[in-house]
């Protein structure tokens, strides 16, 4: 085996290994899907993935990649966008907290009696 032959095995394996860790925090409550960390180790782990099936010639698997990197660097490029503007809309903790929660209008000023109205009468039940 050819030293960059083990290379790419490694960068293949390595990119498995961060996005199997980054499923499980995000299964086990450690991480957020919005997160930078959770973004990152998804963009780096296909990164791996592109490397790999690039080289062994498996172009269905390169294509999935790229498109989950894009993914990935919209979204980090996106939430950047948003947390670096004065003024830019973003979900605050609390509102993120109450949207992960199943609370829907709790979190926002004023309309948190919304949440306790009754269904209308006249809907059927």
Known sequence: MSVTHLLIEIAGWAGAV????????????KL???SRAYQ???V???AGF???SGYNGAIPSTTINIIWVGIGLFTL???????????APYLSEGAAAADAGGETFGAIPGLSSLD???PAGDLPS
Do not use: C
């Open 116 to 118: 306790d109205s009754k």
């Open 77 to 87: 490029w996106h939430h950047r966008r948003l947390t670096e503007r004065p003024g």
């Open 40 to 42: 990152w180790m998804n």
């Open 18 to 29: 961060l996005i199997l860790v980054a499923y499980l925090l995000l299964s086990a409550g």
């Open 32 to 34: 957020d899907g919005r």
């Open 44 to 46: 780096a782990g296909a």
């Open 50 to 52: 592109i490397v790999n």
